[in-house]
T-cell receptor, first 114, second 113 residues
Framework: NAGVTQTPKFQVLKTGQSMTLQCAQDMNHEYMSWYRQDPGMGLRLIHYSVGAGITDQGEVPNGYNVSRSTTEDFPLRLLSAAPSQTSVYFC?????????????FGPGTRLTVL | GENVEQHPSTLSVQEGDSAVIKCTYSDSASNYFPWYKQELGKRPQLIIDIRSNVGEKKDQRIAVTLNKTAKHFSLHITETQPEDSAVYFCAASSYNQGGKLIFGQGTELSVKP
């Protein structure tokens, strides 16, 4: 199993550009989430999904869109990038149920917005 | 919504000493409390977790305690080693919230040889 994969690893955007961060998992996990990590602020939840067709907002959803058309994929879209979105983005997945709460993280995408 | 506070933000100990990191949470519905370790440039990885029906859990040199009444939980690392140097994050969640985690701000642990 590849686990959770993310592409690209690095990206530089100009203000106003749009892009999609890709996330995929091959563990048949129903739950998937997106976090951003900024120095001194830990990991903050952007959006999450409990299954295909179902998404919900996290702590910092503004400026980001998500969709979940399949169990495997959970892309994160930046419609008009801003310098405040410069960050490291992590995707994570987990199984539902009381005994399966561990979230598995992808390797991250480092995004710089100029 | 849930809010998790973590202290201290930095912690420096001598090799062999113990390290303690503390977190508080706000939502009494939270019932799952994991701890993640993140080495420089790497992804967070789970090191230990505890559920609300348990007060303490140990795994070799690592232990976590939970006080539901006070809404706080702590990570204890004994006999620290240089390879324990990393950033540690606590988090809180509940089983019926889709597994979403709310993280603390992180603690940078430095173990000096």
């Amino acid at each position: 199993n590849a686990g959770v994969t993310q592409t690209p690893k690095f990206q530089v955007l100009k203000t106003g550009q749009s892009m999609t961060l890709q996330c995929a998992q091959d563990m048949n996990h129903e739950y998937m989430s997106w976090y951003r990590q900024d120095p001194g602020m830990g990991l903050r939840l952007i959006h999450y999904s409990v299954g295909a067709g179902i998404t919900d907002q996290g702590e910092v959803p503004n400026g980001y869109n998500v969709s979940r058309s399949t169990t495997e994929d959970f892309p994160l879209r930046l419609l008009s990038a801003a310098p405040s979105q410069t960050s490291v983005y992590f995707c994570a997945s987990s199984r539902p149920g009381r005994s399966y709460n561990e979230q598995f993280f992808g390797p991250g995408t480092r995004l710089t917005v100029l | 919504g849930e809010n998790v506070e973590q202290h201290p933000s930095t912690l420096s100990v001598q090799e062999g000493d113990s390290a303690v990191i503390k977190c508080t949470y706000s939502d009494s519905a939270s019932n799952y409390f994991p701890w993640y370790k993140q080495e420089l440039g790497k992804r967070p990885q789970l090191i230990i977790d505890i559920r609300s029906n348990v007060g303490e859990k140990k795994d070799q040199r690592i232990a976590v305690t939970l006080n539901k009444t006070a809404k706080h939980f702590s990570l204890h690392i004994t006999e620290t080693q240089p390879e324990d140097s990393a950033v540690y994050f606590c988090a809180a969640s509940s089983y019926n919230q889709g597994g979403k985690l709310i993280f603390g701000q992180g603690t940078e642990l430095s173990v000096k040889p």
